[in-house]
């Protein structure tokens, strides 16, 4: 089964700080790759599929990056409402879906 | 827009049945896969299987058959069963869609909690 490894696992930072996020999968998966937010106490949310592509209603300042086995979620410009955690998820082999551990982002 | 919701117990007990139910609406539940997920407290997120109402299920291996899931198409609800529960299986339970295209969970429900405690 393919493995997913986000690191780190938490992460303090200031509102208007740049923030990357690692996703390392443990075999090839292509650009079969999906981040997502999590708020406190609410369901995850869809925020970038296909590596690189931005859902509707995402703010420009989510971009993700990568191929392969290595991913990148950046976020330019951090905002006071994007301290959450985040998930990676591996699309590459169906039906097996698999999610990265979470990157929480505090507040610094 | 397709909403879902998880209902059920709040509380089982250790060996029992856990039993929820996802009742879904703006969308059809006889057209798309669909996926149970869960969360232990503090921690992250657990793939349990993917279930598509023409019969196609996958399960997560690490649940082993502990898992079925059932579809009533005429209340448009699929429902989770997980049997011989431990204190373990305490989390909080999401439903979600998947969009089988690219295999991603585009629609979730809010989430249920499930304590397994005697």
């Known amino acids: 089964d393919i493995q997913m490894t986000q690191s780190p696992s938490s992460l303090s930072a200031s509102v208007g700080d740049r923030v990357t996020i690692s996703c390392r999968a443990s075999?090839?998966?292509?650009?079969?790759l999906n981040w997502y937010q999590q708020k406190l106490g609410k369901a995850p949310t869809l925020l970038i599929h296909?590596?690189?592509i931005l859902q509707g209603g995402v703010p420009s300042r989510f971009s993700g990056s990568g191929s392969g086995t290595d991913f990148t979620l950046t976020i330019s410009g951090l905002q006071p409402e994007d301290f959450a955690t985040y998930y990676c998820?591996?699309?590459?082999?169906?039906?097996?879906?698999?999610f990265g551990g979470g990157t929480k982002v505090e507040i610094k | 827009q397709v909403q879902l919701k998880e209902s059920g117990p709040g509380l089982v007990r250790p060996s029992e049945t856990l039993s929820l139910t996802c009742t879904v609406s703006?969308?059809?539940?006889?057209?798309?896969?669909w996926s149970w997920i869960r969360q232990p407290p503090g921690k992250g997120l657990e793939w349990l299987g993917n279930?598509?109402?023409?019969?196609?299920?996958h399960n997560n291996p690490s649940l082993k058959s502990r898992v079925t899931v059932s579809f009533d198409t005429s209340k448009n609800q699929f429902s989770l069963k997980l049997t011989s529960v431990t204190a373990a299986d305490t989390a909080v339970y999401f439903c979600?869609?998947?969009?089988?295209?690219?295999?991603?969970?585009?629609?979730w429900g809010p989430g249920t909690q499930v304590a397994v405690s005697s």
């Open positions: 979600a869609r998947i969009f089988s295209y690219y295999w991603y969970f585009d629609f």
């Open positions: 703006g969308g059809s539940i006889s057209g798309s896969y």
């Open positions: 279930f598509h109402y023409g019969g196609s299920t």
């Open positions: 075999q090839n998966i292509n650009n079969y």
């Open positions: 296909a590596a690189s």
């Open positions: 998820q591996q699309s590459y082999s169906p039906p097996v879906l698999t």
